[in-house]
């Protein structure tokens, strides 16, 4: 996006300038109003020319931020800022201290950003890769309610439990994917290389060959003729899959493919309410008030699916509908957790409560994945049973029966 210069007067009537990244001059015009500053005049800033493949470089050689990285960095916040450190020198320490250079070059521009007079969510609003939408929102709460050191903390375990919880959902998944494609992997070896070599010695038989020893030949002489454009088929397939889910259908249908998957589909959407339900404690724990809360934690829960019946239910919230008939309407959350809303609303302790059911989530994605092992190794054992029987059958029965027909001559 482009860089805008801005010229305006802050809430004490003061003259301030600066530069602000932003889609359009309307845009940029809100989020200084937002930020306590009315806007007098914005153009489009005019900086060096930078040739297209000088950013390319630059953006391949920029280190990439994990989440272990922006964990670091907000439990350090918090530790200076409580300390009582100026936040312009806290800034100067972390950037020095940053092991990862591309967070290093972040918080460079955020002290430039402070230096110019800028708040520091809207410093953080320039680096959307780098912190969410949440993050940046639960930084402003902590500037207009003076807790900034307090919300740094926050965000710190909020991190952590994102980390704990995509951990185990990964390790859910990886198991049964590792297996299948072995699986397959193995499947196309035996049909290239294992079949062939028998089909040689089946082309000597005098006699009719069974059914199934029929079927794998026709198949491995399809696949041995037209493995090139079965194997092109495939990355194609993969490919138009790959922009298939990063269309706004497309990953809508995937991911709410992925709550139906057998067995895994219930430990990510228990993983996806337990990111919700923490998010929208930490929100509300902040003083965000609800219709703002829902609205800054739709951006948070990593799935397209449970994102629109969260919008859903903040459409029933701005109607005047209560927290508890929205998420009934939602039909995504269990009895439980929908009793446990509404005592919360009903005793005002609402993000308590919406914290105890993150805490209950993560405990049955816990308990889940205990059990993971014994729920899906059945499963992947009759299939591979199903699948060794069929080459077994095909090929060696005809050896069998050749074995029985030379008996029967001697004999």
């Given at each position: ?61 920029r280190e990439r931020v994990k989440l272990e990285d922006l964990m670091l960095f907000s439990r350090q916040a918090y530790t200076l800022l409580k300390a009582g450190v100026p936040i312009l020198r806290a ?95 193995a499947l196309v070896i035996v049909n290239l290389f294992v079949i062939p070599a028998f089909a040689k010695l089946f082309a000597g038989f005098k006699t009719e060959l069974p059914l199934m020893t029929r ?197």
């Amino acid at each position: 996006m482009p860089n805008f210069d801005y010229r305006g007067r802050n809430d004490r009537g003061e003259l301030v300038r600066g530069t602000v990244e932003g889609s359009d001059s309307g845009a940029v015009a809100d989020q200084l109003l937002n930020s306590g500053v009315s806007p007098l005049d914005i153009t489009i800033a005019k900086g060096p020319a930078v040739s297209i493949g000088d950013e390319w470089r630059t953006r391949l050689m920029r280190e990439r931020v994990k989440l272990e990285d922006l964990m670091l960095f907000s439990r350090q916040a918090y530790t200076l800022l409580k300390a009582g450190v100026p936040i312009l020198r806290a800034f100067s320490g972390l950037q020095e201290s940053a092991t990862n250079a591309g967070l290093a070059a972040v918080l460079q521009d955020i002290r430039i950003s402070l230096d110019a007079g800028r708040e520091l969510h809207a410093a953080m609003r320039r680096h959307p890769r780098v912190f969410s939408p949440f993050y940046v929102s639960m930084i402003r709460v902590g500037e207009m309610t003076g807790g900034l050191e307090q919300v740094f903390l926050l965000l710190f375990n909020h991190l952590e439990f994102e980390k704990e919880i995509k951990g185990r959902v990964s390790q859910a998944l990886n198991y049964p994917a590792f297996v299948v494609v072995v699986m397959g992997v193995a499947l196309v070896i035996v049909n290239l290389f294992v079949i062939p070599a028998f089909a040689k010695l089946f082309a000597g038989f005098k006699t009719e060959l069974p059914l199934m020893t029929r079927i794998l030949l026709e198949l491995s002489n399809f696949m041995v003729n037209n493995w090139v454009g079965m194997l092109a088929g495939t990355v194609g397939g993969v490919l138009a899959f790959a922009f298939y889910i990063r269309s706004s259908t497309g990953r809508y249908v995937w991911d709410r493919f992925k709550l139906r998957i057998p067995i895994a589909g219930k430990i990510v959407l228990k993983a996806t309410l337990a990111r919700f339900s923490r998010s929208l404690s930490l929100a509300l724990s902040g003083g965000v008030p609800m219709v703002q809360s829902l609205a800054v934690v739709v951006q948070t829960v990593d799935n397209a699916y449970i994102s629109q019946r969260i919008e859903q239910m903040l459409a029933g919230v701005e109607r005047g509908e209560s927290v508890h008939r929205t998420a009934v309407i939602a039909g995504v959350f269990t009895p439980v957790v929908l009793q446990m809303i509404a005592v919360g609303e009903e005793s005002g302790d609402l993000k308590d409560l919406l914290s105890e059911v993150a805490d209950m989530y993560q405990k049955e994605i816990e308990y889940d994945l205990k059990n993971l092992s014994g729920q899906i190794e059945p499963v992947l054992v009759i299939f591979l049973g199903i699948l060794v029987l069929i080459l077994a059958l095909g090929v060696f029965l005809p050896i069998w029966d050749l074995g029985r027909v030379a008996t029967g001559g001697t004999g």
